[in-house]
Nanobody, 119 residues
């Protein structure tokens, strides 16, 4: 049975840091990633990790966010530094078989965790 469960969200002031975690059980997925959805906006890709550890980032988070995974713990991480108010959103973890930043290409999703950045 596939399980995807995020944790680590919260509230932080601008310039602060948070680390999100996501336990992913099931198959050895080719691609896993973090996505986010702000109020009134479409869900967008934030960062993915695929194949042997290759990564892709959205331009808006490059240099601030780092995606990583611990295969022994079946856990995906997103380290978020220098957070900005525009990073406020519900963050979702997803797993799938195609290395893209398109949410529609991912099969398995977590329930999401709220990240709120205040100015």
């Amino acid at each position: 049975q596939v399980q995807v469960a995020e944790s680590g969200g919260g509230s932080v002031q601008a310039g602060g840091s948070l680390r999100l975690s996501c336990v992913v059980s099931g198959y050895p997925y080719y691609s896993m990633g973090w996505f986010r959805q702000a109020p009134g906006k479409e869900r967008e890709g934030v960062a993915i990790i695929y194949s042997g550890g290759s990564t892709l980032y959205a331009d808006s988070v490059k240099g601030r966010f780092t995606i990583s995974k611990d295969n022994a713990k079946n856990t995906l991480y997103l380290q978020m530094n220098s957070l900005k108010p525009e990073d406020t959103a519900i963050y979702y973890c997803a797993a799938g078989w195609i290395a893209t930043m398109r949410p529609s290409d991912y099969t398995y999703w977590g329930q999401g965790t709220q990240v709120t950045v205040s100015s």
